[in-house]
Protein backbone atom coordinates (compact mmCIF):
# COMPACT_ATOMS: atom_id res chain seq x y z
CA UNK A 1 0.00 0.00 0.00
CA UNK A 2 1.11 3.58 -0.85
CA UNK A 3 1.78 5.61 1.99
CA UNK A 4 0.06 8.53 2.83
CA UNK A 5 2.97 10.77 2.35
CA UNK A 6 3.44 9.66 -1.12
CA UNK A 7 0.28 10.41 -2.31
CA UNK A 8 -0.55 13.86 -4.69
CA UNK A 9 -4.74 14.11 -4.80
CA UNK A 10 -5.78 16.21 -7.93
CA UNK A 11 -8.93 17.82 -9.72
CA UNK A 12 -10.16 15.06 -11.51
CA UNK A 13 -11.12 12.57 -13.19
CA UNK A 14 -7.94 11.13 -14.42
CA UNK A 15 -6.94 13.16 -18.16
CA UNK A 16 -7.52 16.81 -16.75
CA UNK A 17 -4.79 19.43 -16.90
CA UNK A 18 -4.80 19.19 -13.51
CA UNK A 19 -3.06 15.67 -13.89
CA UNK A 20 -0.87 16.74 -16.11
CA UNK A 21 0.08 19.81 -13.56
CA UNK A 22 0.22 17.02 -10.96
CA UNK A 23 2.31 14.63 -12.70
CA UNK A 24 5.27 17.32 -13.52
CA UNK A 25 5.45 18.58 -9.85
CA UNK A 26 5.64 14.55 -8.72
CA UNK A 27 8.49 14.52 -10.15
CA UNK A 28 11.49 13.10 -8.50
CA UNK A 29 9.27 11.51 -6.26
CA UNK A 30 9.59 7.79 -7.16
CA UNK A 31 6.77 6.22 -5.22
CA UNK A 32 4.27 8.79 -5.58
CA UNK A 33 0.63 7.79 -6.84
CA UNK A 34 -1.89 10.31 -8.18
CA UNK A 35 -5.06 10.19 -6.26
CA UNK A 36 -8.37 11.90 -8.75
CA UNK A 37 -10.98 13.48 -6.81
CA UNK A 38 -14.69 14.96 -7.64
CA UNK A 39 -13.75 18.72 -7.42
CA UNK A 40 -11.52 20.93 -5.88
CA UNK A 41 -13.01 20.79 -2.25
CA UNK A 42 -12.31 17.10 -2.55
CA UNK A 43 -8.60 17.63 -3.14
CA UNK A 44 -8.94 19.90 -0.11
CA UNK A 45 -10.39 17.28 2.62
CA UNK A 46 -8.16 14.35 1.07
CA UNK A 47 -4.70 16.54 2.06
CA UNK A 48 -7.24 17.23 5.64
CA UNK A 49 -7.78 14.18 6.58
CA UNK A 50 -4.04 13.05 5.60
CA UNK A 51 -4.97 10.66 3.00
CA UNK A 52 -2.73 12.59 0.57
CA UNK A 53 0.22 14.77 1.30
CA UNK A 54 -0.64 17.29 -1.34
CA UNK A 55 -3.10 18.62 -3.66
CA UNK A 56 -3.30 20.54 -6.98
CA UNK A 57 -5.65 22.58 -7.93
CA UNK A 58 -6.00 25.24 -10.79
CA UNK A 59 -6.42 28.63 -9.51
CA UNK A 60 -5.98 30.57 -12.39
CA UNK A 61 -5.92 31.71 -16.58
CA UNK A 62 -4.89 33.95 -18.29
CA UNK A 63 -7.95 34.09 -20.52
CA UNK A 64 -10.70 33.75 -17.98
CA UNK A 65 -8.54 35.03 -14.49
CA UNK A 66 -9.43 33.36 -11.51
CA UNK A 67 -10.82 29.88 -10.90
CA UNK A 68 -13.35 31.23 -8.39
CA UNK A 69 -14.06 27.48 -6.85
CA UNK A 70 -10.24 27.29 -5.66
CA UNK A 71 -10.34 30.61 -4.16
CA UNK A 72 -13.56 30.47 -2.19
CA UNK A 73 -12.47 27.05 -0.90
CA UNK A 74 -8.90 28.14 0.14
CA UNK A 75 -10.02 31.52 1.85
CA UNK A 76 -13.32 29.67 3.96
CA UNK A 77 -13.27 26.28 3.77
CA UNK A 78 -9.45 25.01 4.81
CA UNK A 79 -6.22 25.80 6.77
CA UNK A 80 -4.30 24.21 4.24
CA UNK A 81 -1.66 26.42 2.73
CA UNK A 82 -0.25 26.87 -0.97
CA UNK A 83 3.46 25.10 -1.44
CA UNK A 84 4.14 26.13 -4.83
CA UNK A 85 2.95 26.90 -8.16
CA UNK A 86 3.05 25.90 -11.76
CA UNK A 87 2.08 27.59 -14.78
CA UNK A 88 1.22 25.26 -17.96
CA UNK A 89 -0.08 26.12 -21.43
CA UNK A 90 -3.17 25.15 -22.40
CA UNK A 91 -3.72 23.22 -25.43
CA UNK A 92 -7.87 22.36 -26.11
CA UNK A 93 -9.12 20.27 -28.63
CA UNK A 94 -12.82 19.62 -29.87
CA UNK A 95 -13.59 15.95 -29.28
CA UNK A 96 -16.56 13.60 -29.72
CA UNK A 97 -17.24 10.08 -30.07
CA UNK A 98 -16.13 8.01 -33.13
CA UNK A 99 -17.87 9.04 -36.21
CA UNK A 100 -19.15 12.13 -35.31
CA UNK A 101 -19.01 15.03 -37.80
CA UNK A 102 -18.78 18.58 -36.47
CA UNK A 103 -22.44 19.44 -37.94
CA UNK A 104 -23.91 16.56 -35.98
CA UNK A 105 -22.74 18.30 -32.51
CA UNK A 106 -26.02 19.81 -30.77
CA UNK A 107 -24.23 19.82 -27.27
CA UNK A 108 -20.80 20.66 -26.05
CA UNK A 109 -19.36 20.25 -22.54
CA UNK A 110 -16.03 21.39 -20.54
CA UNK A 111 -15.39 22.96 -17.67
CA UNK A 112 -16.44 26.49 -17.65
CA UNK A 113 -12.60 28.48 -18.05
CA UNK A 114 -12.43 25.59 -21.08
CA UNK A 115 -15.69 27.03 -22.60
CA UNK A 116 -14.83 30.76 -21.63
CA UNK A 117 -11.00 30.33 -23.14
CA UNK A 118 -12.69 28.76 -26.51
CA UNK A 119 -15.63 31.08 -26.32
CA UNK A 120 -15.07 32.81 -29.63
CA UNK A 121 -14.59 29.37 -31.85
CA UNK A 122 -17.67 27.92 -30.33
CA UNK A 123 -19.42 31.03 -31.32
CA UNK A 124 -18.29 30.75 -34.83
CA UNK A 125 -18.58 26.92 -35.38
CA UNK A 126 -21.18 25.64 -32.75
CA UNK A 127 -23.22 29.20 -32.26
CA UNK A 128 -26.21 26.80 -32.22
CA UNK A 129 -24.71 24.40 -29.89
CA UNK A 130 -25.69 24.07 -26.49
CA UNK A 131 -22.80 24.36 -23.54
CA UNK A 132 -22.88 22.26 -20.50
CA UNK A 133 -20.36 23.28 -18.10
CA UNK A 134 -18.54 20.28 -16.42
CA UNK A 135 -16.26 19.88 -13.21
CA UNK A 136 -13.18 19.28 -15.40
CA UNK A 137 -12.83 19.00 -18.96
CA UNK A 138 -11.78 15.42 -18.40
CA UNK A 139 -15.01 14.71 -16.99
CA UNK A 140 -16.22 16.68 -20.13
CA UNK A 141 -14.70 13.99 -22.16
CA UNK A 142 -15.81 10.78 -19.56
CA UNK A 143 -19.29 12.35 -19.91
CA UNK A 144 -19.52 12.25 -23.68
CA UNK A 145 -17.55 8.80 -24.36
CA UNK A 146 -21.14 7.62 -22.50
CA UNK A 147 -23.69 9.95 -24.14
CA UNK A 148 -22.34 9.24 -27.87
CA UNK A 149 -23.57 10.62 -31.20
CA UNK A 150 -24.20 14.50 -31.16
CA UNK A 151 -22.00 15.62 -28.23
CA UNK A 152 -18.89 16.75 -27.60
CA UNK A 153 -16.12 17.93 -25.42
CA UNK A 154 -13.59 21.03 -25.03
CA UNK A 155 -11.02 18.36 -23.59
CA UNK A 156 -6.93 18.37 -23.64
CA UNK A 157 -5.36 15.79 -26.21
CA UNK A 158 -4.37 13.59 -23.24
CA UNK A 159 -8.27 13.49 -22.37
CA UNK A 160 -9.42 12.46 -25.80
CA UNK A 161 -7.33 9.58 -26.21
CA UNK A 162 -7.67 8.25 -22.98
CA UNK A 163 -11.92 7.96 -23.35
CA UNK A 164 -11.57 7.11 -26.64
CA UNK A 165 -12.67 10.23 -28.41
CA UNK A 166 -11.70 11.42 -31.96
CA UNK A 167 -10.54 15.07 -32.30
CA UNK A 168 -12.47 17.17 -34.49
CA UNK A 169 -10.86 20.58 -34.73
CA UNK A 170 -7.48 21.44 -32.85
CA UNK A 171 -6.44 25.14 -31.80
CA UNK A 172 -9.96 26.18 -29.57
CA UNK A 173 -8.17 29.01 -27.69
CA UNK A 174 -9.38 32.24 -28.59
CA UNK A 175 -5.80 33.79 -27.88
CA UNK A 176 -1.95 32.47 -28.41
CA UNK A 177 -0.13 32.06 -25.10
CA UNK A 178 -2.79 30.39 -23.08
CA UNK A 179 -1.62 29.54 -19.65
CA UNK A 180 -3.16 28.06 -16.53
CA UNK A 181 -1.38 28.47 -13.03
CA UNK A 182 -1.93 24.97 -10.54
CA UNK A 183 -0.78 25.55 -7.15
CA UNK A 184 0.29 22.99 -4.62
CA UNK A 185 -1.67 22.31 -1.46
CA UNK A 186 -0.53 20.63 1.69
CA UNK A 187 0.01 21.59 5.78
CA UNK A 188 3.29 23.14 5.76
CA UNK A 189 5.85 26.44 4.70
CA UNK A 190 8.26 25.93 2.08
CA UNK A 191 11.59 28.10 3.35
CA UNK A 192 12.16 31.36 0.78
CA UNK A 193 14.36 30.79 -1.72
CA UNK A 194 14.70 34.60 -3.08
CA UNK A 195 11.96 34.65 -5.67
CA UNK A 196 8.81 34.01 -3.71
CA UNK A 197 5.09 34.81 -3.36
CA UNK A 198 2.74 35.44 -0.43
CA UNK A 199 -0.86 35.13 -0.78
CA UNK A 200 -3.17 36.21 1.64
CA UNK A 201 -7.10 37.26 1.89
CA UNK A 202 -8.06 40.34 3.89
CA UNK A 203 -11.37 41.30 5.25
CA UNK A 204 -11.12 45.20 6.08
CA UNK A 205 -12.36 46.81 9.15
CA UNK A 206 -14.99 48.49 8.02
CA UNK A 207 -16.38 49.53 4.78
CA UNK A 208 -15.83 53.52 3.91
CA UNK A 209 -14.36 55.83 1.73
CA UNK A 210 -9.98 55.24 1.76
CA UNK A 211 -10.41 51.72 3.20
CA UNK A 212 -8.87 49.87 0.21
CA UNK A 213 -5.99 52.33 -0.07
CA UNK A 214 -4.95 52.66 3.55
CA UNK A 215 -4.41 48.46 2.93
CA UNK A 216 -2.14 49.30 0.13
CA UNK A 217 -0.52 51.82 1.44
CA UNK A 218 1.16 49.36 4.09
CA UNK A 219 2.24 47.01 1.01
CA UNK A 220 3.36 50.45 -0.84
CA UNK A 221 5.26 52.05 2.60
CA UNK A 222 7.65 48.60 2.55
CA UNK A 223 8.25 49.13 -1.19
CA UNK A 224 6.56 45.66 -1.71
CA UNK A 225 5.28 45.00 -5.31
CA UNK A 226 1.40 43.47 -5.10
CA UNK A 227 1.27 41.21 -7.85
CA UNK A 228 -2.12 40.61 -7.74
CA UNK A 229 -5.33 42.29 -6.32
CA UNK A 230 -9.08 40.45 -6.13
CA UNK A 231 -12.13 41.16 -4.35
CA UNK A 232 -14.39 38.31 -3.81
CA UNK A 233 -17.90 38.37 -1.83
CA UNK A 234 -17.51 37.65 2.06
CA UNK A 235 -20.33 35.27 1.69
CA UNK A 236 -22.07 36.68 4.68
CA UNK A 237 -24.71 39.80 2.95
CA UNK A 238 -24.82 41.70 -0.23
CA UNK A 239 -22.18 44.41 -0.52
CA UNK A 240 -19.50 42.76 1.59
CA UNK A 241 -16.10 41.82 -0.06
CA UNK A 242 -12.52 40.47 1.16
CA UNK A 243 -9.47 41.37 -1.16
CA UNK A 244 -7.25 38.44 -2.27
CA UNK A 245 -3.57 39.65 -2.56
CA UNK A 246 -0.59 38.20 -3.88
CA UNK A 247 2.68 40.03 -2.79
CA UNK A 248 6.23 39.50 -3.86
CA UNK A 249 8.63 37.79 -1.23
CA UNK A 250 7.71 35.54 1.77
CA UNK A 251 6.71 35.73 5.23
CA UNK A 252 10.00 35.52 6.52
CA UNK A 253 11.16 38.29 4.67
CA UNK A 254 11.74 40.86 7.06
CA UNK A 255 9.58 43.83 4.77
CA UNK A 256 6.68 40.84 4.13
CA UNK A 257 6.58 40.13 8.06
CA UNK A 258 6.20 43.38 9.14
CA UNK A 259 3.71 44.12 6.08
CA UNK A 260 1.52 41.28 7.23
CA UNK A 261 1.77 42.18 11.26
CA UNK A 262 0.32 45.73 10.46
CA UNK A 263 -2.36 44.41 8.16
CA UNK A 264 -3.19 41.43 11.06
CA UNK A 265 -3.10 44.86 13.55
CA UNK A 266 -5.57 46.82 11.52
CA UNK A 267 -8.10 44.75 9.56
CA UNK A 268 -10.80 43.02 10.85
CA UNK A 269 -9.22 39.52 9.92
CA UNK A 270 -6.60 37.90 7.36
CA UNK A 271 -6.23 34.66 6.26
CA UNK A 272 -2.90 33.52 5.57
CA UNK A 273 -2.81 31.36 2.47
CA UNK A 274 0.94 30.35 1.79
CA UNK A 275 4.47 32.03 1.12
CA UNK A 276 6.11 30.18 -1.81
CA UNK A 277 8.66 29.55 -4.91
CA UNK A 278 7.46 31.76 -8.09
CA UNK A 279 6.37 30.08 -11.17
CA UNK A 280 8.73 30.74 -13.83
CA UNK A 281 12.83 31.25 -13.79
CA UNK A 282 14.33 33.42 -11.24
CA UNK A 283 15.09 37.10 -12.69
CA UNK A 284 18.53 38.18 -11.29
CA UNK A 285 18.13 41.70 -11.57
CA UNK A 286 15.00 41.67 -9.38
CA UNK A 287 16.07 39.15 -7.56
CA UNK A 288 19.16 41.48 -6.42
CA UNK A 289 16.38 44.48 -5.94
CA UNK A 290 14.50 42.24 -3.46
CA UNK A 291 17.72 41.82 -1.79
CA UNK A 292 19.21 45.01 -1.84
CA UNK A 293 15.62 46.54 -0.40
CA UNK A 294 15.60 43.73 2.76
CA UNK A 295 19.03 44.88 3.27
CA UNK A 296 18.08 48.29 3.84
CA UNK A 297 14.89 47.50 5.80
CA UNK A 298 17.08 45.13 8.30
CA UNK A 299 19.36 48.51 8.60
CA UNK A 300 16.46 50.96 9.26
CA UNK A 301 15.41 48.54 11.68
CA UNK A 302 18.76 47.79 13.58
CA UNK A 303 19.06 51.77 13.65
CA UNK A 304 15.32 52.24 15.33
CA UNK A 305 16.56 49.16 17.66
CA UNK A 306 19.99 51.53 18.50
CA UNK A 307 17.65 54.42 19.54
CA UNK A 308 15.12 52.91 21.53
CA UNK A 309 18.41 51.13 23.72
CA UNK A 310 19.46 54.16 24.75
CA UNK A 311 16.21 54.76 26.32
CA UNK A 312 17.11 55.19 30.12
CA UNK A 313 15.20 52.80 32.64
CA UNK A 314 12.61 53.64 34.82
CA UNK A 315 13.37 54.74 38.38
Known amino acids: MTAAQDVVAYLGPAGTFTETAARTLATGTDDASLLACRDVLEVLRTVERGEAERGVVPIENTLEGSVTATLDALAFETDLLIHGELELPVTLVLAAPAGTALADVTTVRSHVVALGASRRWLSEHLGDAEQVPSASTARAAQEVAGLGAGHAAVVNPLAARRYGL ?140 DLRGRIAPTA
Open 166 to 305: EVLAEGLSDRPGNMTRFVTIGRTLPPATGWDKTSLVVFIDRNRPGALLDLLEVFAERDLDLTKIESRPTKTELGEYCFFLDVEGHVADERVGDALAAVHRTQRDLRFLGSYRRSGARKREEAERIAQDDAAFRTSAAWLA
